[in-house]
């Protein structure tokens, strides 16, 4: 269920709670896709398309629209994100930022999405953190010390590829740390979040939900494929073994930290041009909701136009005087 609402097998175009307006109008994207503690992942169609609008131009070629939006969301994600940046560089004491955990099975799409709508954004206000295996100093520490080590400065937008969850998701499913190690995290996990919200932070939490036969399908893709070798690894494989235990795995950490200034989102990511356009929606609206605006000078522009206006007169009259 998303919202209390039933949503196995195909959800067409039906959309809930849709508003025809003008046509910019669309669904409350992210209110769709929030879950809550009564989630149930089996019942979520990895295939589905919550929130695309019901029009006739949509439904003729949904691929082609979505990817049009998205270079219209990119230019409203790169605004906003310029907005933020700005405000913490011109004042030190603002400390609002926005993180964007990303979390899949594997070849859910973490890579292809960062590509796609961070690639909208400006790299100078970005900070996109790739998580794997912990190294030998990080498992000298405690699982959240690297974590808080990659968190964004103000006025940045950080993406977690992978992220603390790894360590209640993989720790458990393989096995890698006995239950009384990792079962105390879930708390330890919203204690942090807590203190990050506190502090700033604007958290987005979304797993790139896809099915079983779509990974298999996208893992023959990079078999036939001699430039995405270097994608494949053959643990994906032993990997899909533990598929019901990886769920239940996701499942568990969405009911249990999935909270109201930290919820969860599930995005369908069968279809990448889908979860391209909702994932920007995503963004989009934690950044919107920061209220942002540019800040204002602490100058007076018309008298710095006039002094560049006379420093430009007094230069062209000392050439023609030469």
């Not at 195909?10 to 669309?26: E, I, K, P, Y």
């Not at 007076?300 to 002094?307: A, I, L, N, Q």
Request: proline share 7%; net charge positive.
């Amino acid at each position: 269920m998303i919202n209390g609402v039933g949503v196995g097998g195909s959800w067409g175009w039906a959309v809930w709670g849709w508003v025809l307006g003008d046509d910019r109008d669309v669904a409350d994207v992210s209110g769709l896709l929030r879950v809550g503690s009564g989630v149930d992942l089996g019942a979520i169609d990895p295939a589905g398309t919550p929130g695309l609008p019901d029009r006739k131009g949509v439904r003729r070629d949904p691929k082609g629209w979505a990817r049009a939006e998205l270079v219209t969301l990119g230019q409203e994600l790169a605004r906003q994100q310029e907005m933020l940046f700005a405000n913490a560089k011109v004042n030190p004491a603002d400390q609002r930022r926005v993180l964007l955990v990303l979390q899949a099975m594997d070849c859910g799409g973490k890579d292809g999405t960062v590509k796609k709508v961070a690639g909208t954004m400006n790299p100078e206000g970005l900070r996109i953190t790739a998580f794997g295996p912990p190294t030998a100093e990080e498992r000298q520490h405690d699982f959240l010390w690297r974590i808080r080590r990659a968190l964004p400065l103000p006025g940045y937008l950080g993406i977690f590829n992978r992220s603390h969850y790894e360590d209640v998701l993989v720790v458990r499913v393989r096995r890698l740390a006995p239950p009384r190690v990792w079962k105390p995290r879930y708390e330890k996990i919203n204690s942090f979040e807590r203190e990050l919200v506190d502090s700033g932070f604007s958290l987005v939490k979304m797993m790139l939900h896809i099915s079983y036969e779509e990974q298999r399908r996208r893992l023959l893709e990079r078999l036939r494929d001699p430039t995405k070798y270097w994608k494949y690894n053959p643990d994906d494989v032993d990997n899909r073994a533990y598929w019901p235990a990886y769920q239940q795995a996701y499942q568990d950490v969405i009911q249990r930290c999935g909270t109201d200034h930290a919820p969860w989102h599930v995005v369908p990511a069968d279809r990448k041009w889908y979860r391209d356009w909702a994932v920007a929606h995503l963004i989009l609206d934690a950044l919107k909701r920061l209220d942002l605006s540019y800040p204002p000078a602490d100058f007076d522009p018309r008298v710095e136009t006039k002094r560049l206006e006379r420093e430009e007169t007094g230069s062209t009259a000392k050439v023609n005087g030469r």
